[in-house]
Each structure stands twice: as C-alpha cells, then as structure tokens.
C-alpha cells in the first residue's frame, strides 16, 4: 500500500489547514486510516483514525477542532482553530491486518 498525502503549511494561530491522503495498491476491505503527528524529540503520536465504516477516534487535544473524514481510500483532515502547540509533522497512516504503512511526513506550522 503506498500513500500519497498533501498539504500542510504555515498558518498564523486561529487558522485552518486542510490534509488529504489517498491509498492505492492492494487493500483489504476492512482498514484504519488516519493520522499521527510527531513532536521533536517525541514518538509519533495519534491525531485521528477513521474506519471503512466512518467510526472515528480523536486524540483528546484536537476534539473539537480537528475533523476526519474519509471517501474510499482517500482520507482528508480538516483542522480549524488551530494553535502554535499543533506545530508538528503529520503522517498519513494505513492500517490493516496488524500492518501499518506511512506516508511521507508533512509540516504544519502554527505561528505568527
């Protein structure tokens, strides 16, 4: 399974940012996708997963700010309101049958 996400960027405090990831290659028809996010210096961390079935998990820090969504093997991350501590690179996940595979990362930046 290969991944190919876009996005990211730099945007002041307050702002929004949009990710988008699309899978291709050999899928099974149950699979996670999601997304994680790394900290210098910190593992990897969970943002927001999304089944086949649209069931969703959210990290704690980005309810209510962050919404996932998925259309096939196309996952989009839609973040609003977003803060200096989201500073961080993003990664597109894929999950199945005990495997997980990675896209590149990509940066946001929080700043003014």
């Known amino acids: 399974v290969q991944l190919q996400a876009s996005g990211g960027g730099l945007v002041g405090p307050g702002g929004s940012l949009r990710l988008s990831c699309e899978a291709s290659g050999s899928m099974f028809s149950f699979n996670v996708m999601g997304w994680y996010r790394q900290f210098p210096g910190k593992q990897r961390e969970l943002v927001a997963t999304i089944t086949v079935g649209d069931q969703t998990n959210y990290a704690d820090s980005v309810k209510g700010r962050f919404a996932i969504s998925r259309e096939n093997a196309k996952v989009s991350l839609q973040m609003n309101d977003l803060k200096p501590e989201d500073t961080a690179v993003y990664y597109c996940?894929?999950?199945?049958?005990?495997?997980?595979?990675w896209g590149r990362g990509t940066q946001v930046t929080v700043s003014s």
């Open positions: 996940n894929y999950y199945e049958l005990g495997r997980n595979f």
